[in-house]
T-cell receptor
């Protein structure tokens, strides 16, 4: 158990809909990262927050947005969903930045768009 | 363009049969290279961080090494419980972690 909690574990929805994925980082971790993992793309970095502020941005679509709240939990919002958005979405946390490389990953939220 | 390439894509070993996984990279502003292990349906689990060419790290049956262009994950006398997908990732300037596609390792008893 990494200590990172993601909900929901599974989500099935239709094209055009909007969903919110939630992440609670490990106790004491200030950084939260979101990754998308699909069969053909591997693990793709989406976005990082550090203590409530956006710190780094990857290949995150404009239809996706995220935020980190004062209690450090984070939410990833996916809107106008398309079939290609079906994937595993992972949240990871770390104490600070990536300097040690040790990210703690949650078990992921599996999104299926029909 | 930044690239992280892992080979082979899949590897089948007999228990006790040692081998190596490769991770080659072309990344500007490399700050570190990391190895993770991922079991099916789980999130990646951190194994090692390597910062400079010549550096080596060991953990049980695993040893990671780093050169200027690639990293190797050596598995000595593997056991079935070592079966997993092994991911390497490079930390580049700008605080981004770029992952390779992974090597799926299966160890048969």
């Amino acid at each position: 158990d990494s200590g990172v909690t993601q909900t929901p574990k599974h989500l099935i929805t239709a094209t055009g809909q909007r969903v919110t994925l939630r992440c609670s980082p490990r106790s004491g971790d200030l950084s939260v990262y979101w990754y998308q993992q699909s069969l053909d793309q591997g693990l793709q970095f989406l976005i990082q927050y550090y203590n409530g502020e956006e710190r780094a941005k990857g290949n995150i679509l404009e239809r996706f947005s995220a935020q980190q709240f004062p209690d450090l939990h984070s939410e990833l919002n996916l809107s106008s969903l398309e079939l290609g958005d079906s994937a595993l979405y992972f949240c990871a946390s770390s104490v600070g930045t990536l300097s040690t490389g040790e990210l703690f990953f949650g078990e992921g939220s599996r999104l299926t768009v029909l | 363009e930044d690239q992280v390439t892992q080979s082979p894509e899949a590897l089948r070993l007999q228990e006790g049969e040692s081998s190596s996984l490769n991770c080659s990279y072309t990344v500007s502003g490399l700050r570190g290279l990391f190895w993770y292990r991922q079991d099916p349906g789980k999130g990646p689990e951190f194994l090692f961080t390597l910062y400079s060419a010549g550096e080596e790290k060991e953990k049980e049956r695993l040893k990671a090494t780093l050169t200027k262009k690639e990293s190797f994950l050596h598995i000595t006398a593997p056991k079935p419980e070592d079966s997993a997908t092994y991911l390497c990732a490079v930390h580049k300037y700008g605080n981004k972690l770029v992952f390779g596609a992974g090597t799926i390792l299966r160890v048969k008893s």
